[in-house]
């Protein structure tokens, strides 16, 4: 019930931003070339949705893919880190400089590397979600209780038990956090991966339709990158909440 | 409660299952400087004897259990002890697994398979009082009820000698109580040579067949009281009451 309530709360404010935003430009306000009307937004959803649904297949698998590259490179480096203390004073600083590097100038190399296909994209998404991910799941390493691993080790456990039954599982919500940061950083890296060399996806979609003054169709690419992020972290949350029930906290959820 | 006849043994106890800790001496680097944790302290505990440690808050009782656990060293002095499991202070259970997993997790942790694991501890879980509760998650469960889990986690190791820390410090006192009582029971049934630290010096006295008193930091045996009454032990015997003022005097906390 209270799901419902504030799910209906933030449906009133886009509703009211919708309202002023259409009003602002039916007044006059604004170009309806430069500013679309929410309602000629909404009819481009509508008249070019075999397009913008072609396009979303594009990203959508260029997104979720890249994520789940991200999560299994993160999780093995992170592991790695975590047993090696010398390894993590070793990468951890590379590791922060990587996130430095503007995804607008590495994009272009990339393609200048690995085509046009879908690998530079791949490799754009894996690295802006690879960082979260991997701090949050060290976090999760080195929030298991120093007398838990005392306990085990009396229990005769090895180190390789003691990963697997006790500070794997503890990291696994670190593992969930990192890809729910990650999603929405991972949708800006496709288009930007996208304007650097594609000839499908919404970020090249909203690339094309701009200087053919279709702005409305831009717009319309936004709306559904946006969704797709909301919907993509929403089964995150969901995944958490069966896979690491004990972990659940409705922080981060998406209805607050 | 009622105590079932055991289903079986967790593992054979040897037949030299005490502990002895000689003239130990602990220095450890803390956050501001060096601690010294233990100064001079001897420890004997022989087979099947239960002997409580007592004393102030920091003053090196855990120190000690690790030293009897082999995950420490000692600066100077022995330790020798039969192989002993940790019961910590705070039962640590792991709110991923049910409390019969988490029963099972010494077992687990030696590598036997997890269906076997789990036939081994579930006669005991029952003989607990935890009958039923298989598949509660620790959250599910009470303070008492998660202790109890913690300790037949540390008995199922199957270790000779049991270390347990304060282990119903965190309890409130109607629920202590009842633990001290329980654990008492239990340990009449299925003996271990037991060091219990604790600084409730009631439990102490209820609970060991000999009380060793330690100082504040550094930690020094500083009285060792012998408890001779018979089980069960009534908190109101005058034996009991009277053992406890002697503790209690030897501390310095008698007015």
Known sequence: MRRTLSLWRTLLVVAALLGVWELYVDLGGADPLILPPPHAVAQSLYDDRALLWSSFLVTAREVVLGILLATAAALALAAAMHFFVSLRRAFYPLMVASQTIPVPMLAPVLVLWLGFGIGPKLVVVALVSFFPIVVTTLAGFASVDADLIKLMRTFDATRRRVFWMVELPAALPGVFTGAKIAVVVAVIGAVFAEWAGANAGLGYLFEQSIPQLLTARAYAAVVVMSVFAIVLFALLTLAERLTVPWAYRSIGDLDG | ?255
């Open chain 2, 1 to 255: 409660m009622v105590i079932e006849a055991p289903p079986k043994e967790p593992s054979d106890l040897h037949a030299q299952s005490g502990v002895r800790v000689e003239h130990v001496d602990r220095t450890f680097a803390g956050r501001t400087g060096a601690v010294h944790a233990l100064a001079d302290v001897s420890v004997r505990a022989d087979t099947g004897e239960i002997v409580t440690v007592v004393g102030p808050s920091g003053c090196g009782k855990s120190t000690l259990l690790e030293l009897i656990c082999g995950l420490q060293r000692p600066d100077a002095g022995t330790v020798r002890s039969a192989p002993a499991a940790l019961m910590p202070q705070r039962d640590l259970l792991l709110p991923w697994l049910t409390a019969l997993d988490n029963a099972a997790l010494a077992l687990r942790a030696r590598g036997m398979k997890r269906e076997e694991a789990r036939a081994a501890a579930a006669p005991w879980l029952k003989r607990f009082g935890l009958g039923g509760f298989e598949q509660a998650r620790p959250a599910q469960l009470s303070g008492g009820m998660r202790q109890r889990v913690s300790f037949l986690r540390s008995l199922l190791a199957g270790k000779p000698v049991l270390a347990l820390d304060e282990p119903f410090a965190a309890l409130d006192a109607i629920t202590r109580a009842e633990m001290q009582g329980w654990l008492a029971r239990v340990l009449a049934s299925e003996p271990r040579t037991v060091i219990l630290v604790t600084h409730d010096v009631e439990e102490a006295v209820m609970l060991g067949d000999r009380v060793l008193v330690m100082s504040a930091r550094p930690g020094r045996i500083i009285n060792e009281v012998r408890v001779a009454e018979a089980r069960p032990r009534r908190r109101t015997d005058a034996q009991i009451v009277g053992l406890r003022e002697r503790v209690l005097e030897a501390l310095g906390v008698n007015q």
